[in-house]
């Protein structure tokens, strides 16, 4: 779905209704905004949240990360 949405006085968008239907949202709704070079981007904050938890789908549970990190830290600071 495209839509062409005009800039207002004040930096305001109006999201057109049939967007807004299409996604779900409704006025009073957040949204996460984030610049993604020369794009915006709105997204639901779930919908961010899940797209981080997609980021680390592939790390086994049984493993820790901030372990690791911690292990690598300590390596540095005993070489350095």
Do not use: C, F, N, Y
């Not at 949202?25 to 020369?38: E, K, N, Q, W, Y």
């Not at 911690?70 to 005993?78: G, I």
């Amino acid at each position: 779905m495209d839509a062409t949405v005009v800039l207002g006085k004040q930096g305001r968008l109006v999201i057109p209704a049939p967007v807004r239907e299409a996604l779900g949202i409704a006025p009073g709704d957040r949204l996460h905004l984030h610049v993604s070079g020369t794009q915006l981007v709105l997204e639901r904050p779930a919908d961010a949240v899940d797209a981080l938890r997609g980021l680390t789908a592939h790390v086994p549970r049984s493993r820790s990360l901030v372990d690791e990190l911690l292990a690598e830290r300590r390596r540095e600071a005993d070489s350095g």
